[in-house]
């Protein structure tokens, strides 16, 4: 299927009633499920099922979730970026390094509307946090 073969969303809502709603959550791998699950309590998600010692963890991220699984065999590589919406960028930023996470930069405003900062998991996930200004 090509984009344009594609149409926009109101042209297909005409011929399908079900649609994407929302994210329902994304899982990431860890090599080391305790050094995970100590990282996203220090920037203060919710742990809704599992813990250090077990081989998934799901975490509370607002109406979504944040899922960890353990990868014992092939290594992970980079991805991509989780962009995470947050209420307040620079207290965000704070509180990060105030538990000794270091994020690659300061929070900035970005020419698409966002304040926002990236940081790296241990696992080499990037997440960025933002906020529409």
Do not use: C
């Amino acid at each position: 299927m090509t984009f344009e073969r594609m149409g926009t969303p109101n042209d297909r809502r005409q011929h399908d009633d079900a649609h994407v709603e929302s994210l329902s959550a994304i899982t990431l791998a860890t090599h080391d499920m305790a050094r995970a699950v100590r990282f996203y309590e220090a920037l203060g998600f919710r742990i809704l099922h599992g813990g250090a010692n077990e081989a998934f963890t799901s975490f509370a991220l607002g109406a979504s979730f944040l899922n960890l699984t353990s990868e014992t065999h092939d290594p992970i590589r980079f991805w991509g970026r989780v962009i995470i919406y947050v209420s307040d960028v620079d207290a965000f930023y704070r509180k990060a390094k105030a538990h000794g996470i270091g994020p690659q930069f300061e929070p900035r405003d970005a020419p698409w509307n966002e304040r926002y900062f990236h940081l790296t998991d241990p696992d080499g996930h990037e997440l960025s946090f933002a906020r529409p200004l």
